[in-house]
């Protein structure tokens, strides 16, 4: 056999071997880039329902472990919203400013976010029924979901908080009064996490999600929405990396037993 029929040989041999490769499922799947496939977390839930609201971190550290989040600002100043790499404040009188990397952050989550699946949404009539379509996205009842909805509401009703000052109080008392704020007929995006049960005293189990609308005119924690027609977006992440104040009031806070104080202060059901 010369040279050209050997070659030809070798190359039918390759072709074959790949097909049965492909035909047995053991064709390799691009791997994730390297740390894009973690839902990073500045503090705990329970920290931050015990009065924990000292920053832990920045906005700078947050935007480089993710590119969208939820979380709060320093002293509870208003509610975070990482959208697209850029750091929002929904403040207490329904303001919306764009945040330095210099702003502290007690407590927030965030990943970088790469769409696992999708679905069209349409004719939603409330914040339960939001849920349970996005329910249909997650990938099981025990892994995190990081997930983001762009579309047109009939109505969005969220909340935000006030900046405290020290001695800072509890989570729930604050939100005793907290500042809400409606809208009809705007254009958004909705950002946030499912975290399991088990998470329980890290965050809180089951779906949070915080609001901006497009026109800049407002956002927040979300209460109570009707959704249009929009897109949902869904990004499984298997991997928790927790980063913990340092401190001394997060090392003296009670952190237990505040599981109704979470779903109080948040107005969420609690995972079923």
Same mark, same amino acid.
């Given at each position: 056999?010369?040279?050209?029929?050997?070659?030809?040989?070798?190359?039918?041999?390759?072709?074959?071997?790949?097909?049965?490769?492909?035909?047995?499922?053991?064709?390799?799947?691009?791997?994730?880039?390297?740390?894009?496939?973690?839902?990073?977390?500045?503090?705990?839930?329970?920290?931050?329902?015990?009065?924990?609201?000292?920053?832990?971190?920045?906005?700078?550290?947050?935007?480089?472990?993710?590119?969208?989040?939820?979380?709060?600002?320093?002293?509870?100043?208003?509610?975070?919203?990482?959208?697209?790499?850029?750091?929002?404040?929904?403040?207490?009188?329904?303001?919306?400013?764009?945040?330095?990397?210099?702003?502290?952050?007690?407590?927030?989550?965030?990943?970088?976010?790469?769409? %696992?699946?999708?679905?069209?949404?349409?004719? =939603? !009539?409330?914040?339960? /029924?939001? &849920?349970?379509?996005?329910?249909?996205? @997650? #990938?099981?009842?025990?892994?995190?979901?990081?997930?983001?909805?762009?579309?047109?509401?009939?109505?969005?009703?969220?909340?935000?908080?006030?900046?405290?000052?020290?001695?800072?109080?509890?989570?729930?008392?604050?939100?005793?009064?907290?500042?809400?704020?409606?809208?009809?007929?705007?254009?958004?995006?909705?950002?946030?996490?499912?975290?399991?049960?088990?998470?329980?005293?890290?965050?809180?189990?089951?779906?949070?999600?915080?609001?901006?609308?497009?026109?800049?005119?407002?956002?927040?924690?979300?209460?109570?929405?009707?959704?249009?027609?929009?897109?949902?977006?869904?990004? %499984?992440?298997?991997?928790?990396?927790?980063? =913990? !104040?340092?401190?001394? /009031?997060? &090392?003296?806070?009670?952190?237990?037993? @505040? #599981?109704?104080?979470?779903?109080?202060?948040?107005?969420?059901?609690?995972?079923?």
């Amino acid at each position: 056999m010369n040279r050209r029929e050997t070659d030809i040989a070798w190359g039918w041999i390759v072709l074959l071997l790949s097909g049965l490769l492909l035909a047995n499922g053991c064709a390799t799947a691009p791997a994730p880039a390297p740390g894009r496939e973690v839902l990073y977390q500045v503090s705990t839930l329970q920290a931050l329902l015990d009065g924990v609201y000292d920053g832990a971190a920045t906005c700078g550290q947050l935007r480089r472990n993710g590119d969208l989040g939820i979380g709060t600002f320093e002293g509870l100043d208003g509610e975070l919203i990482l959208l697209d790499g850029r750091v929002w404040q929904a403040a207490a009188d329904g303001r919306i400013r764009a945040m330095p990397d210099s702003a502290p952050i007690p407590f927030a989550c965030a990943t970088f976010f790469d769409s %696992d699946r999708s679905a069209v949404l349409r004719a =939603l !009539p409330d914040a339960v /029924s939001l &849920r349970q379509q996005l329910d249909a996205l @997650r #990938a099981g009842p025990n892994r995190f979901c990081a997930v983001r909805v762009d579309g047109r509401f009939a109505k969005v009703k969220v909340r935000s908080v006030p900046k405290q000052a020290k001695p800072y109080p509890p989570l729930a008392e604050v939100t005793k009064t907290q500042p809400v704020f409606e809208f009809e007929n705007v254009e958004g995006t909705l950002v946030g996490f499912w975290f399991p049960a088990w998470c329980a005293g890290v965050n809180l189990p089951g779906w949070h999600l915080h609001f901006l609308a497009k026109d800049g005119r407002g956002g927040g924690h979300l209460l109570e929405c009707a959704l249009t027609e929009g897109v949902a977006q869904a990004d %499984d992440t298997l991997e928790l990396r927790l980063e =913990l !104040p340092g401190g001394e /009031s997060f &090392r003296d806070a009670r952190l237990e037993g @505040r #599981a109704a104080e979470a779903h109080a202060a948040e107005q969420t059901p609690t995972a079923k």
